[in-house]
């Protein structure tokens, strides 16, 4: 946006965003999305007259266009995702025709947490009172009472989340008993069930549908490619019902951040009198955001799922009630919990559909709502939007998932042999080898478990996977971190802010899997330095365009060797090596791919820094096709131009997938940002080829030699990769 054009909108802005206009950050882009189709338009008298009297004691006395189709569409039969903006009646939308499906068996209506269900919990009992049937909410906080109307079948309607379902079907047989009359299946905030968690509930619903011949229903309010998501989830067909609407005005603002701290710490003072709901992307942003506005003297808290259910109910109680006016948090807040009214939500960047479900915890009271998107002045993708903000809009929130995942194989498989009997040619046959030559299955007529299968039942979880490292200090537990997170955040005099307090890791453990923590203070946060190599252990797909590409099962061992030290408000860093590295290998799912050769500069490294570049540049671009980027992917280059790109979660989460079938967009993406970076650095900087997930301390970098290899990439330059070098652990040299 030009300069003219900002001085024309700092003419125009409304009086009330003051504080955010009157900055020395530039404002990147303003505008204010005015309400539209916010008044329902489609008469009820279609549907039976104690529903039309259930809905019209609810003040319902219209429904939306996108609601009358997917109710006419789930009438038919049909398999509907829905999609609509919060607040809208999604909920009305697949509740209607589930309640006529009742007659005909049972339904379940799964939510990713036990509040979202509490907070749906009256409405649809209302409905299902309406026309006399029963519905109960079952999950750990369900009375003893809710319990036995779903083992008696005396429940028409269960509120359940997928853990609950996942340990009942195994373990109950009453519960296998209500599970064979299932008629109808509903799937709220579709949206969650991206990555692990979504790798088991693929797998959940292929096991009742052992049981059951269902229909299912799938709602949304952020997915941009919810039909083909839906559809590779749970590998049925699907009909998209999308919603357009918007209620009240909202005030969009992207605000380019020399400090995202500073800057967030200044529009918290000025607006002390408002409800602020502040989301950062990763446990560290969260804990740091609300570390810097506490030790302003300003009364905050964090709301982020490694909380207790006591410490998060309690911030969403006083958040509610308007005791505590500022809440820093991690995605937990995007979905429907009621945490009351809210005037502004503050975002790191993530895809435009997610800020609108970030953004949608605002203005519930009508008001005018405030919506501040914070570009990093030091990161690529921030950089890109700075030159292009009109392509924000077109920044998708994908649904991606690895159903290939072998430790949710693994789980769901040896789930499937204990809840109903199972023969050999029931099961993924590589993966059957695999449970019987490990000790986990036995072979018979039927397939059983062993005490070691059921072991490995127990110790897992469906919401993440990889052993747990224990945070204590001076005897106290404080939580824990999941590995391989934990090998970057706890090794040995690592910083590390939890709970609002800061402490030092004295010690990690990976033995006995814990680390010793003390406290600790000043304004000082570390990051690791780190080498991680790769093992490639089976190829599964290639590609030929627009590169010669293949997605794989890899190994990945991480090598954290030391650490860098750096002030959070200045630019005051020293490196700090470890006296013995921590190590910590696992397989996840990734691509490789290998660089055409640019022509030689006489530059140091100019080779191993190129590949390098291209390497973080690419990942860093993809945030804007999969909403992920660097957070949850990691990266390896090596002076001979093999690229590796992986999901950062024990067995894979379907991140590097969904790049991989966006590669030729994200190459073309990485080109812009290095364009359009005007930095004369060799190594380029932070706006076109730095990391903050570097493990290498950013070096070596060459930004042309980047461009030129992306620029052949792009005209057609092919060059084939030498998988047997990694097949096997080789001395080579490496870059993450």
């Not at 009438?75 to 995702?81: C, D, L, T, W």
């Not at 109960?136 to 319990?147: A, N």
Request: with cysteine.
């Amino acid at each position: 946006m030009r300069d003219r054009n900002l001085e024309l909108l700092k003419r125009n802005y409304k009086e009330f965003l003051k504080p955010i206009f009157d900055c020395n950050d530039p404002i990147v882009f303003y505008d204010v999305f005015q309400p539209f189709d916010e008044v329902p338009t489609e008469p009820i008298g279609f549907l039976p007259i104690a529903l039309q009297k259930a809905l019209k004691s609810r003040g319902i006395e219209k429904l939306y266009p996108f609601q009358k189709k997917a109710i006419e569409l789930l009438r038919n039969g049909k398999n509907v995702v829905i999609t609509a903006p919060t607040g809208f009646g999604k909920t009305e939308a697949f509740t209607i025709p589930m309640l006529e499906r009742v007659s005909e068996g049972k339904a379940i209506v799964f939510y990713p947490t036990k509040a979202l269900a509490k907070d749906q919990e009256l409405k649809i009992k209302h409905y299902a009172e309406g026309v006399g049937l029963k519905a109960v909410r079952f999950d750990g906080d369900s009375t003893p009472e809710e319990r036995r109307a779903v083992f008696s079948g005396s429940a028409d309607i269960v509120l359940t989340n997928p853990d609950m379902v996942d340990f009942h079907l195994r373990n109950t047989p009453a519960f296998r008993s209500f599970a064979r009359q299932i008629a109808f299946v509903a799937v709220d905030e579709l949206h969650v069930y991206t990555g692990f968690f979504g790798s088991n509930m693929h797998y959940l619903i292929k096991r009742l549908s052992r049981f059951a011949d269902f229909q299912l229903a799938c709602a949304s309010a952020t997915l941009s490619n919810a039909k083909e998501f839906a559809e590779e989830l749970f590998e049925r067909e699907f009909i998209h019902v999308h919603g357009e609407h918007r209620k009240t005005p909202l005030n969009f603002i992207m605000r380019e951040c020399g400090s995202v701290y500073s800057a967030i710490l200044d529009i918290v003072r000025s607006y002390l009198h408002k409800k602020i709901l502040i989301f950062g992307n990763s446990y560290k942003t969260v804990e740091t955001i609300n570390w810097v506005i506490r030790k302003a003297g300003i009364n905050s808290a964090v709301h982020k799922s490694g909380l207790t259910k006591d410490a998060r109910d309690n911030v969403e109680k006083e958040f509610r009630n308007g005791k505590l006016k500022v809440v820093v948090a991690t995605p937990t807040l995007e979905l429907g919990i009621d945490i009351g009214d809210v005037d502004i939500v503050l975002s790191e960047i993530v895809p435009y559909a997610q800020f609108l479900q970030r953004i949608g915890r605002a203005g519930r009271r009508g008001q005018e709502s405030i919506g501040v998107l914070l570009l990093r002045s030091d990161d690529p993708i921030s950089s890109f939007y700075k030159s292009n903000p009109k392509d924000y809009f077109l920044n998708e929130a994908n649904g991606y998932v690895e159903k290939r995942n072998e430790e949710v194989m693994k789980f769901q498989t040896l789930s499937m042999i204990v809840e109903k009997p199972t023969k050999a040619e029931e099961i993924d046959r590589e993966m059957l080898s695999y449970l019987i030559s490990e000790g986990y299955v036995k072979l018979g007529n039927y397939l059983s478990v062993t005490e070691k299968g059921y072991s490995f039942i127990r110790s897992f979880s469906m919401r993440g996977i990889g052993d747990r490292v224990k945070m204590i200090c001076e005897g106290k537990d404080l939580g824990e971190r999941v590995l391989p997170i934990a090998i970057k955040e706890l090794y040995p005099n690592a910083l590390i802010i939890h709970d609002g307090r800061k402490y030092r890791s004295k010690s990690l453990n990976l033995a006995e899997l814990y680390a010793e923590l003390e406290p600790a203070k000043g304004e000082e946060i570390t990051d690791p330095l780190y080498n991680s190599t790769p093992r490639i252990i089976q190829i599964e797909e290639s590609i030929k365009e627009p590169v010669n590409a293949s997605y794989m099962t890899l190994e990945v061992t991480i090598s954290v060797y030391g650490y860098i030290k750096r002030d959070l408000f200045k630019e005051k860093k020293s490196v700090h090596y470890l006296d013995e590295p921590v190590e910590y290998s696992y397989r996840t799912k990734g691509f490789v791919f290998s660089c055409p050769f640019p022509e030689f500069e006489e530059q140091e490294d100019f080779f191993a820094g190129s590949f390098h570049a291209v390497e973080h540049v690419l990942i860093e671009s993809s945030n804007a096709l999969t909403g992920g980027g660097s957070r949850e992917m990691g990266g390896i280059s090596t002076p001979e131009g093999d690229i590796f790109v992986y999901d950062a979660t024990i067995g894979g989460n379907g991140l590097s997938k969904l790049l991989f079938r966006k590669l030729k967009r994200g190459f073309e993406i990485a080109l812009q940002i290095l364009e359009n970076c005007d930095c004369k650095r060799v190594d380029g900087c932070p706006r076109c080829t730095y990391s903050y997930q570097c493990g290498n301390n950013n070096k070596p970098l060459n930004k042309n030699g980047a461009k030129e290899v992306i620029k052949l990439i792009i005209s057609g330059e092919r060059r084939e990769t030498n998988w047997e070098k990694y097949m096997e652990s080789a001395d080579f040299r490496y870059f993450p």
